[in-house]
């Protein structure tokens, strides 16, 4: 099936909350932007149950928070395409395609925004009892074990978020922690301490779930001591860290070694053009917050790159005649390449064919101008770089 391509200003590709931030920006400053979600819009934020840090909010969960996000872009004039699914991508300094399931984009620049997905339990059998106990939403699945004793595996502020989320649904919540403390807000470790039916496991791996058709235990390790004994759990919910879904542009961008995007402050990446912000880039701190930062900065410098590509006069010219095959070749190629041209018949008048002579020497077409380089006949390479250090 040939795809229909389309030109436009600026893809930000994930709505969580960078990338709903940098539709926000983007569309305000009038840069025509489309977003294009391969999952669920708002992303990990949405299926967090409860959100207490975000400025200006006391407490609000994760699926309002969302909305408000994407109500706010859409409003603004963002489009989000949740449905049509990206295949594949090709960045370059000179062009971005980007392939969907329906169309083939060629933007001016591209916003990654794709984020990170939680990291999965270091199990043997977590593929076997995936979606059958063992778990990574708290929202979407903690219902199917209410009066039920389950576990959850972590110790960052998220986990114990989700543990105390857990604990009003469930009879009783076993946080397993393999080290002697959590590393988490002081805040958010004082609440969780204070509920009754929530059990800590300092100093406790799980090393993995067993059952029937259903989770109905876990083996566990004292990492002190090194001795294994068994929780008779329902359960286990994972939040152990999370990966950057970024699969999608190996070998495209830069990666470092644990596969994040590598930028720079302003969020632009090794391709110029190209920008990266929340989760799925390269730092330290990875909340909300700094996500929506990072989708402010990068549409505040992708509106200027895509400014300065409109503004950047570029001084193409094609001399040809009307039925040279090499001229065609030419004008069909830069047209490929999006790249606007003046033609100048050189049939037409004595003056354009002394130009010719005078720009190449030479009395023959097609002789292409971009700005100062002068390229004699059809030569893709050539008319490659020329465009390259425009």
Same mark, same amino acid.
């Given at each position: ?5 389309? %030109?436009?200003?600026? $893809?930000?590709? &994930? ?6 931030? +940098?539709? !926000?920006? *983007? /569309?305000? @400053? ?63 300094? %000179?062009?971005?395609? $980007?392939?969907? &399931? ?6 001016? +620049?591209? !916003?990654? *925004? /794709?984020? @990170? ?78 509920? +009754?039916? !929530? ?192």
């Amino acid at each position: 099936m040939n795809k229909e391509e389309k %030109q436009i200003d600026l $893809i930000v590709i &994930g709505a969580g909350p960078a990338g709903l931030t +940098a539709g !926000i920006y *983007a /569309t305000r @400053a009038n840069v025509e932007t489309l977003i294009l979600e391969n999952d669920i819009i708002g992303g990990q934020m949405r299926s967090s149950y409860t959100i207490e840090n975000y400025p200006g909010f006391d407490n609000i969960t994760g699926m309002e928070l969302a909305d408000k996000m994407e109500a706010q872009a859409t409003g603004e004039g963002a489009i989000i395409d949740e449905f049509d699914f990206i295949e594949s991508v090709s960045f370059s300094d %000179q062009e971005k395609i $980007i392939e969907t &399931g329906d169309y083939i984009y060629k933007p001016k +620049a591209v !916003i990654i *925004a /794709t984020g @990170a997905s939680p990291k999965k339990l270091p199990i043997s059998n977590e593929s076997k009892y995936l979606g059958k106990g063992v778990h990574y939403c708290a929202v979407c699945d903690g219902a199917n074990y209410a009066d039920e004793e389950i576990a959850v595996v972590g110790g960052g502020s998220a986990a114990l978020e989700e543990a105390m989320y857990l604990a009003r649904l469930a009879k009783k919540v076993i946080i397993i922690r393999r080290y002697d403390s959590f590393h988490a807000e002081a805040k958010v470790i004082n609440e969780v301490e204070q509920v +009754a039916n !929530i059990e800590i496991l300092y100093n406790h791996d799980l090393v993995n779930v067993e059952g029937d058709e259903f989770v109905e235990r876990a083996i566990i390790r004292n990492t002190q001591t090194g001795k294994e004994s068994t929780l008779p759990i329902k359960a286990v919910f994972g939040y152990i860290g999370t990966e950057p879904k970024t699969d999608l542009f190996k070998g495209n961008i830069s990666l470092d070694q644990s596969g994040y995007i590598i930028t720079d402050e302003s969020m632009q990446t090794n391709v110029k053009g190209v920008y990266a912000a929340g989760d799925v880039r390269q730092k330290e701190f990875r909340q909300v917050s700094t996500a929506v930062a990072d989708g402010t900065i990068a549409a505040l410098k992708a509106e200027k790159y895509i400014v300065a590509k409109k503004e950047k006069c570029v001084m193409v010219k094609v001399y040809s005649v009307q039925w040279c095959g090499p001229c065609q070749k030419v004008k069909k190629y830069l047209d490929s390449k999006g790249i606007p041209y003046e033609v100048v018949t050189v049939a037409d008048a004595k003056e354009e064919r002394d130009v010719v002579l005078q720009v190449s020497g030479q009395r023959s077409v097609p002789v292409t101008t971009i700005n100062d380089k002068v390229i004699i006949g059809f030569d893709k390479h050539q008319i490659d770089e020329a465009l390259k250090n425009l």
